[in-house]
């Protein structure tokens, strides 16, 4: 049931006369609800602006919360979803906030029309609902940008020497991980331009066909970036399990400890350097 343009006129009337007692009693009915959580200077002044924005909205004769007239009242309900969703309160929480707002009006004024409440009541929930999905909306992204930052600082990728870098990878990998895992590494051999990377997997619980796939390309990867792999933390077990998957690494080095690895670059290192050194002294 929608607004009429005489109801919304009534309503905005209303709401503006009795704004002092209409916000006091909303605060009180709000306040119960977040259970301190919420300094009661700070939730009278949000309703007090939001007091405002639905008179605003009645008095443009907005029929419904898709009116123009109630475009500063939908602005201040997103930006109350979105600041809620961030302090951590629930969805029911912030929506009952806004609830909250037709049992102030019903006892603030006295000998309201049953037909004119009921349709202020729906423009009330719809102003509700979009709170709600607003919050739902924000909570989602905040999900989402935590979700990111997690899986990047479970990839790092580590400079151990002088031209040697490292992943240690814990935990699965799993497609969108071992994505994750070759742009960092490639973008830390631009960086740094080291000619070896090693990847650890002490940390990987188990290795199966795909985890293998993963690692293999993200070597593939880093050798045409001209960087040697070498990788590390074969533990028996996996070992066994490489075996009895038939999976074969090829001609990648793999060492049982990152400690090994590092030992095996370093040494491979200093031959090469040598060759040079020699190639240099020849006539």
Avoid at 54 to 63: I, R
Avoid at 213 to 234: E, F, N, P, Y
Avoid at 249 to 254: K, L, Q, V, Y
């Amino acid at each position: 049931m929608t607004l009429s343009a005489d109801e919304a006129a009534r309503f905005a009337a209303l709401v503006d006369e009795h704004q002092e007692a209409l916000v006091t009693a909303w605060t009180e009915r709000v306040a119960s609800t977040l259970r301190g959580r919420l300094s009661h200077a700070e939730l009278q002044r949000q309703n007090g602006e939001l007091r405002r924005g639905f008179q605003q909205a009645l008095a443009g004769s907005a029929q419904d919360l898709a009116a123009e007239p109630a475009a500063e009242l939908r602005a201040q309900l997103a930006e109350l979803s979105s600041t809620r969703a961030r302090q951590g309160f629930s969805a029911t929480e912030t929506a009952v906030s806004i609830f909250a707002f037709k049992d102030a009006v019903l006892n603030a004024f006295d000998g309201v029309n049953v037909r004119d409440y009921v349709a202020f009541s729906s423009f009330v929930d719809e102003a509700a609902l979009f709170t709600f999905d607003s919050y739902v909306r924000v909570r989602e992204e905040l999900i989402a940008d935590q979700a990111e930052q997690l899986l990047e600082l479970s990839t790092p990728v580590v400079k151990l020497w002088e031209g040697v870098v490292a992943v240690p990878l814990v935990g699965t990998l799993d497609s969108a991980r071992a994505q994750v895992v070759m742009e960092r590494l490639l973008q830390t051999l631009v960086d740094t331009g080291s000619p070896y990377a090693i990847i650890d997997i002490t940390g990987v619980p188990a290795v199966d066909t795909q985890v293998a796939q993963h690692i293999l390309k993200t070597v593939v990867a880093a050798r045409l970036m001209g960087a040697d792999c070498i990788i590390s933390g074969i533990r028996p077990q996996i070992a066994q399990t490489i075996v009895a998957l038939g999976i074969e690494f090829g001609d990648i080095a793999t060492k049982s400890s990152l400690a090994d690895a590092l030992r095996y670059v370093l040494a491979k290192a200093g031959q090469n350097k040598q060759s040079k050194q020699s190639k240099r002294r020849e006539p």
